[in-house]
Nanobody, 115 residues
Framework: QVQLVEAGGGLVQPGGSLRLSCAAS????????GYWYRQAPGKPREWVAL???????NYAGAVKGRFTITRDNAKNTVYLQMAGHTFDDTAVYHC?????????WGHGPLVNVSS
């Protein structure tokens, strides 16, 4: 059974930085894809970042150049380093995984950008 433990959210000022983490059990990030998604209040969920098993990354235009997705294979954890926060970054962030055709989602930390 896949379990995801996401952490690192909180209150941050505009222009500030936060790092989110996502530790998995039942799924190995180095063998699959790591994703980050987010859902802002009243808005649909949107894809944020991708990290392939081979280490290729890709980012949504809204976060490119500000967010970085990385992986620690020893800890089986994916991270999202965020910088230069804007109010539009306020959202619940998730790191879903797909295993055998099923997708798994954690509860997701809230990132609240506020002055």
């Amino acid at each position: 059974q896949v379990q995801l433990v996401e952490a690192g959210g909180g209150l941050v000022q505009p222009g500030g930085s936060l790092r989110l983490s996502c530790a998995a059990s039942g799924f190995t990030f180095s063998s699959g894809y790591g994703y980050w998604y987010r859902q802002a209040p009243g808005k649909p969920r949107e894809w944020v970042a991708l990290l392939t098993s081979g280490g290729t990354t890709n980012y949504a235009g809204a976060v490119k150049g500000r967010f970085t997705i990385t992986r620690d294979n020893a800890k089986n954890t994916v991270y999202l380093q965020m910088a230069g926060h804007t109010f539009d970054d306020t959202a619940v962030y998730h790191c879903p995984v797909v295993l055998n055709g099923d997708d798994y989602w954690g509860h997701g930390p809230l990132v609240n950008v506020s002055s």
